[in-house]
């Protein structure tokens, strides 16, 4: 560490005496091209849905969706994450909703290739709670969560979600051995080009509460997801989850939850050569956002949240506020 001099030759507070000059030595920035906006869909026609768990986040109709992309687009948003609620009466214990070519997310991922081409980025979750009875992410087998008969599942799903022009494959599910099986199967079908973004990092987590409710999958999750999602009092082990998906083809991995889990961002870009996105989760959201709401904390906080990814070293970030701050 250098040390350039000391007080009172040095006075730090110099350089933060005016607005343009702290803006002369700022060390990051955020702008739209950071930024990932979730979107979650519902069936039915011109609906837009509040989410009592989310202020100001809604579930959208597939027909309605272009009103939330067009104000992506307007904000050079680069990509959107497409989020199913689905409807229970879809749902069963393999999840079979996941692998109907006319469910939400197919219809969605449809809908907005055909209005809007390459124009936006279209990126969808691999993994099988929102279809599961049980909630869980996987095959659920006498109390056990299976590993390499899910990892069949979400190949399918994978392919699927490609065939009807998904751009970023992001398998969310956190199987043994599920990147290198997608990968495989999505070349198999001759789709080289697209890119799979892996929830390499992510954490059993009381901060996914309100996307449960969001998805509809809150009350139906039987007990807790801890046999696949990484244990939070451990962060060493991120570097064994990243090596294994980077060497399997992920193209970019994903840290999650987000403001939690700075140090493990930073671990992560400090260790691999990659690019590293981070989710700040709805439980994140939501808190900042009640905060404001309740004058605890001002509208600065979500800046002051997102920047931090940055200084983290994320590349990108998924957030909730993504169409909701102005840069
Ligand atoms: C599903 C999934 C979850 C989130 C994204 N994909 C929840 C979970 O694993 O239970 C959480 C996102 C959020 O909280 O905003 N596999």
Redesign the pocket.
Known sequence: MIITGKYPNLRLRRNRKNDWSRRLVQENSLSYNDLIL?IFVIEGKNKKQEISSMPDVYRYSVNRLSEIIDKALLKKIPMVAI?PYTNHKYKDNLGTEALNEDNLVCRSILYIKKKYKDKIGIMC?V?L??YTNHGH?GILKKGKILNDETNKILVKQSILQAQMGCDVIAP??MMDGRIGEIRKGLDKNKFYEVQILS?AV?YASS??????DA?G?KKA?KGD?KTY?MDYKNSIESLREVALDIKEGADIVMV??GMPYLDVIKLVKDNFKIPVFA?Q???E?SLIKNGIKKGLINEDSILESLISFKRAGANAIVS?FADKISL
């Open positions: 979730p989020f979750d993994a709670d929102p992410d969310s599910d929830y992510k901060f996914y509460g309100p996307f449960r998805v999958s999750l997801k999602q999650k939850p989710y989760v709805s439980g959201y909730y």
